[in-house]
Each structure stands twice: as C-alpha cells, then as structure tokens.
C-alpha cells in the first residue's frame, strides 16, 4: 500500500426507493437488533452482520427462526464469496454473486411472512 493513498473498490446500495420499503419486514428485524440503521440504507453486504447476530441468538419468532436458518448458512458463505472476489479482484465474479447474495435476501424477506 502507498504511504498516501489507497485503492477501494466497496459494495454500494443501490434501492429505487429505500431500504425499508424494499425490504420491510427485514429492515423491522434490524433495526430491533440495531436502531442505528433507522432511516439508513445498508447495502445488502452489509446487513450480514446482522443475519449472523439472528442466528445466535436463542429465542426468535418461529417465522424468523425458520429464515434465518433456511437462508442465514448461504448468505453468510455468499458474503465470504464476495468478499474474495472483490479481494482477487474478480469483479465479474463477485457481480454473479451479489445476484445470487440479493435473490437469498429477497427470498428472507418473503419467509418472514
């Protein structure tokens, strides 16, 4: 790395609307978990964290327990994937991914009820 600079390449949230009416149930369960995300719009890479908090913990609503560990496992290894991706620059690869990581959430969000 330069003493001075450096170079990024980041996951940016790209939402017609926003994260909440994109993904609304998902965005109740997250900002129960982190009321820091209120009227935020985390890309989806983002919200992973927050999916491995769910699956740690002990007592969640049946609907939500069922997604988290339905789709919680592939959404966690997807992140992993992109993330090396983006590290080996492998940047067409990491784009299928982000697909693939986008349709698991939006399957999430429907399980949620």
């Known amino acids: 790395m330069s003493r001075w600079m450096q170079i990024r390449v980041r996951v940016e949230p790209v939402y017609k609307t926003t994260f909440a009416k994109e993904f609304p149930k998902l965005y109740q369960?997250?900002?129960?978990?982190?009321?820091s995300l209120i009227g935020q719009n985390p890309?989806?890479?983002?919200?992973?964290?927050?999916?491995?908090?769910?699956?740690?913990?002990?007592?969640?609503?049946?609907?939500?327990?069922?997604?988290i560990e339905h789709y919680g496992p592939k959404?966690?290894?997807?992140?992993?994937q992109i993330t090396e991706a983006i590290g080996g620059w492998k940047l067409s690869d990491a784009e299928t991914l982000l697909y693939e990581l986008e349709d698991n959430f939006v399957s999430f969000e429907k399980e949620l009820g």
Do not use: F
């Open 75 to 80: 959404i966690v290894a997807l992140h992993r």
């Open 43 to 67: 890309s989806l890479m983002d919200l992973v964290p927050v999916v491995v908090r769910l699956s740690q913990e002990k007592e969640l609503a049946p609907g939500l327990s069922g997604a």
């Open 29 to 35: 369960v997250a900002i129960g978990l982190d009321n």
